[in-house]
């Protein structure tokens, strides 16, 4: 799990360097204000979609390092978002007011046009929950496997940027994730929004005619991919496969990028049934958009200004898939772009001191076996709607599905050519949450070289005998019975064991193991399995030196090419220079590394420590990065082991 954080920081950095990027592309500058906030990221990254969220009303992390802005499907490297964030726009005593956490752009001398910020005190920061018990993060109230609250207000006037009027609003944004099968693919966003006038206002405000919208900014690529932010589709999906109103804005990459980028995400209001929603898209680079003549306010340009953006929110246009657009004024210019699109829906009557609730969901969708990605994002859709309010709707949020039984504890050990898996029977106890009975029904080994779900190569299954399923049974998992008899009466765990053989030392696989249940019968449900994505462990299988043995390190690959493919081998994350790997393997598990060139120049010292058992005890991998920050050159290298166990020197050469 990626780290999450919170820090006191200067807020417009953390602003604007969510829109250095977008500023970087449309060739304009931004300034740091000195204002201090608690600012806050987190990334959702129990299901397949891994979204980041903020406390300041922006989604999605391009800026913030290794955390996912949003990675779909997980573990893949591909992203489809830059970022996003709420617009808020209403009629205020007779004035058009409108407030972003992002647009894209840039206002007066060095400001963004960011509207929202949060306090100032540490339980400012994102409040995380989960159903998932036995975790920390454990709470009785929440409603999925990682509940993420946040609130940020717009009535900072020292903080907005120079001209700024807030209208009063305080949001509150909640955010749910799951890993189960029908719901891993999507994230329920719930908005409380506040009419707080009266802290800007002599008096309080009615907010007439009021207007939510989306933007979302996509880039959808694969992050070594170059420029590929620049060739993306929009468009609008009113009714999916099945015959569901939907109403999904979705962006996707125009081309997939070799099949690189196959999917395509989107967003859809689930609560309330609006009276008008609108879909508006533009391309930033030559302030253009498509415009419908028969809508006044459907304009052929970006909105930049507070009018421009509520008529926008407001117009109840749905523009054209940009695949059906000229993209004026240059016809010949491909129909993929930077593109930007805008949900907006309303109206609303929000009066002082009352609360609006509106509900959305972030969706994808990824192609399969006899169907596209739009099918899937369509189905994914309606299931977001249902998880939202269990069929047959009865208006009340329910935030909740039948869950499958949850993941097995695993512990996984790396051997020579082999890995053995371990797990514990707790699932065996779980109780349906929906049938209130206990359904377990079985386990499953998984094994892949990617860590991605669609990926994943089955090595076994144990299935209870019970005359439902297949009916293997667990005795060839080879079952030990731990028993602790300080408990009255005693508590015994079952210890499974399976090991796969036959592997390559020193090279990656992620290993799981799953859990799955009888099904739900009264929804016709299948059975369901829990993600293989929640104890997915890394681990490269490495012979390591005995107590007594010598030491005896290899380099793989030796020799490494420059311009070799490791990354399509899957032996690489990426086609960067910082993703550039080779092992050393057969390691003790404490030493440390040094690397030389020929002429004796120390390049590199790596400490390596880690515990017998883990998976990573007998190797360590170096990105070809120097202690100087540098890409290596081709040559040959030396390298000296130094342990308790003694000491190895060996060489490896580079390739260009």
């Known amino acids: 799990m990626k780290l999450r954080f919170w820090v006191l920081f200067i807020i417009c950095v953390v602003i604007s360097s969510a829109s250095a990027r977008d500023s970087v592309k449309e060739g304009k500058k931004s300034l740091a204000k000195t204002n201090l906030a608690t600012v806050d990221l987190k990334t959702?990254?129990?299901?397949?979609?891994w979204l980041s969220v903020t406390n300041y009303g922006q989604f999605g992390s391009a800026d913030a390092g290794d955390y996912s802005s949003c990675e779909f499907p997980a573990n893949s490297d591909v992203e489809y978002l830059f970022y996003g964030g709420c617009w808020i726009g209403a009629i205020v005593d007779g004035d058009t007011m409108v407030s972003v956490a992002t647009d894209g752009a840039v206002n007066g001398p060095g400001s963004t046009r960011d509207a929202f910020f949060p306090g100032w005190a540490v339980e400012d920061t994102i409040i995380h929950k989960s159903i998932r018990r036995g975790t920390s993060a454990f709470d009785s109230t929440a409603h999925s496997e990682q509940d993420y609250t946040a609130v940020y207000t717009d009535t900072s006037k020292i903080m907005g940027f120079e001209g700024f009027k807030p209208m009063g609003i305080r949001i509150t944004q909640k955010s749910y994730a799951w890993s189960y099968s029908y719901s891993e693919d999507f994230i329920i966003f719930d908005f409380l929004i506040e009419n707080k006038s009266s802290w800007v206002f002599k008096e309080p405000q009615t907010f007439e005619k009021l207007f939510m919208a989306i933007y979302i900014d996509g880039d959808c690529g694969h992050t070594s991919t170059a420029n590929y932010a620049y060739d993306d589709l929009t468009g609008f999906m009113q009714v999916n496969?099945?015959?569901d109103t939907v109403n999904i804005a979705w962006i996707k990459d125009n081309d997939g990028d070799n099949g690189t980028c196959s999917g395509v995400t989107g967003t859809r209001v689930l609560f309330p049934d609006p009276k008008t929603v609108s879909y508006n898209w533009w391309d930033p680079w030559r302030d253009w958009a498509p415009k419908d003549?028969?809508?006044?306010?459907d304009f052929g340009f970006r909105p930049d200004t507070p009018p421009q953006q509520y008529r926008v929110m407001s117009n109840g246009a749905i523009d054209?898939?940009?695949s059906e657009a000229t993209m004026a004024p240059d016809p010949n210019t491909p129909i993929g772009a930077d593109s930007r699109y805008l949900l907006s829906f309303g109206p609303f009557t929000l009066r002082p001191d009352s609360t609006l609730k509106l509900t959305l969901a972030y969706v994808g969708g990824l192609p399969g076996p006899g169907f596209d990605e739009f099918e899937d994002l369509g189905r994914n859709a309606r299931w977001a709607k249902d998880v939202y309010d269990n069929p047959p709707a009865d208006g009340i949020p329910d935030f909740s599905g039948p869950p499958p039984?949850?993941?097995?504890?695993l512990i996984v050990t790396p051997g020579d050519k082999r890995v053995a898996l371990r797990w514990n029977n707790f699932p065996e106890y779980s109780v349906d949450t929906f049938s209130k009975i206990v359904d377990f029904q079985g386990y499953r080994i998984y094994r892949s070289r990617t860590g991605q779900l669609n990926d994943m190569q089955l090595l076994g299954e144990f299935d209870k005998i019970d005359g439902y399923g297949y009916d293997f049974g667990f005795e060839d998992a080879h079952p030990e019975y731990e028993i602790d008899n300080t408990k009255n009466p005693p508590d015994t765990t079952v210890w499974y064991n399976f090991v796969d053989t036959g592997l390559t030392n020193g090279?990656?696989?992620?290993?799981?193991?799953?859990a799955?249940?009888?099904?739900?019968a009264p929804t016709g449900l299948e059975p369901l399995e829990c993600s293989a994505l929640i104890n997915m462990t890394k681990v490269a299988p490495s012979k390591g030196p005995g107590p007594n043995d010598a030491l005896d390190v290899l380099v793989v690959p030796n020799p490494y090419r420059i311009d070799g493919n490791y990354y399509d081998a899957l032996w690489e994350s990426g086609q960067s220079d910082v993703d550039k790997r080779i092992d050393f393997t057969n390691l003790p598990t404490k030493c440390t590394i040094r690397i030389y060139t020929l002429a004796g120049d120390l390049v590199a010292i790596l400490d390596h420590d880690y515990p017998a058992k883990s998976a990573i005890a007998n190797r360590e991998s170096w990105n070809l990065i120097s202690r100087n920050i540098q890409a290596i050159a081709s040559g040959i290298y030396l390298f000296a082991v130094e342990s308790e166990q003694g000491s190895y020197v060996g060489k490896f050469v580079v390739i260009q």
């Open 516 to 520: 799955y249940d009888s099904g739900y």
């Open 44 to 49: 959702h990254n129990v299901g397949n979609m």
């Open 405 to 409: 039984p949850p993941a097995p504890d």
């Open 507 to 514: 090279e990656f696989f992620y290993y799981a193991v799953t």
């Open 320 to 322: 054209m898939d940009q």
């Open 293 to 297: 003549p028969t809508v006044p306010f």
């Open 241 to 243: 496969s099945e015959g």
